[in-house]
């Protein structure tokens, strides 16, 4: 074994090594030399890092804690850095890009930066064992969403949705019983703009683009506030008692993820 893979072992999950193509799906992109992914294959989940057969891009895992089944890592190629939180999450394992005006070099470190300020500061009078449970005192998680008590937000309730889904990036929707969203921009969604087209986009489309794809018209970046059970095939159920307000983690901060909107 190399370092990476004794890194990876120690923190009990396999990883492997291809070269980076440039075409097609590549996974979290820390830069043009370098993707990050999970796969699966008949003996379950495992990593995969990709880059070009000469790539000047150096990789160093800065911390593995096994008992937590996470490792940092960080890819630097000159001046260029950039940090990914590794690990496992309830069922499956999972690469977070870490926003580069947050030099982290602890895995604990790293948890706290993917936290939006909010979550940060409604965490401060909680006790430092506690702040990267799922759930504590100030917010519950699931996944890469925050939910953050929200006692005196107004709700129209005419404008309630049920079982509406919530998602960012294009990936599995979390479920929300009850969903409450205000502002954020109308957008145009579909497989070929995951990240939604404004208006003026979508109508600068020839008529061939648009009926290429089924479109589903919604918001990017809104204010979203979510109450009752919250569902994700990957998570266990929470159940959220009072309206909750809704934050993504800081990952979208992140060059690996600089695409990747939040559309409800």
């Not at 379950?44 to 000469?54: H, K, L």
């Not at 990240?195 to 204010?223: C, F, H, I, K």
């Not at 008692?241 to 695409?259: K, P, Q, Y």
Request: charged residues 30%.
């Amino acid at each position: 074994m190399n370092a990476l893979e004794r890194a990876f072992a120690r923190m009990g999950a396999r990883v492997q090594f291809g070269e980076l193509q440039r075409t097609g799906f590549l996974g979290r992109i820390a830069s043009q030399d370098l993707a990050l992914d999970v796969r699966r294959d008949r003996e379950g989940e495992y990593f995969v890092i990709s880059r070009p057969t000469v790539s000047p891009t150096e990789l160093v895992v800065l911390d593995v804690q096994p008992g937590d089944r996470h490792l940092l890592l960080l890819s630097r190629s000159g001046r260029e850095k950039h940090r990914f939180l590794l690990g496992h999450d309830e069922r499956h394992w999972f690469v977070a890009g870490i926003p580069e005006r947050t030099p982290v070099s602890r895995v604990r470190d790293a948890k706290q930066a993917l936290k939006p300020a909010l979550v940060q500061s409604s965490e401060r009078g909680v006790r430092a064992k506690y702040r990267d449970r799922r759930s504590n005192a100030a917010r519950i998680r699931q996944g890469e969403w925050f939910f953050v008590p929200a006692p005196g937000v107004r709700v129209e309730l005419f404008l309630v949705l049920r079982n509406e889904p919530l998602a960012r990036g294009g990936g599995k929707p979390h479920v929300c019983e009850e969903l409450y969203r205000s502002g954020g921009e109308t957008v145009y969604v579909s497989p070929g703009a995951p990240n939604g087209l404004t208006d003026e986009q979508y109508r600068a489309l020839s008529e061939g683009e648009r009926s290429r794809w089924e479109w589903r018209v919604m918001r990017r970046n809104p204010n979203v506030y979510v109450r009752g059970r919250v569902r994700h095939p990957d998570h266990k159920t929470v159940v959220l008692d009072g309206w909750h307000e809704v934050l993504g983690n800081t990952e979208s901060l992140s060059r690996a993820m600089r695409n990747v909107a939040f559309l409800d």
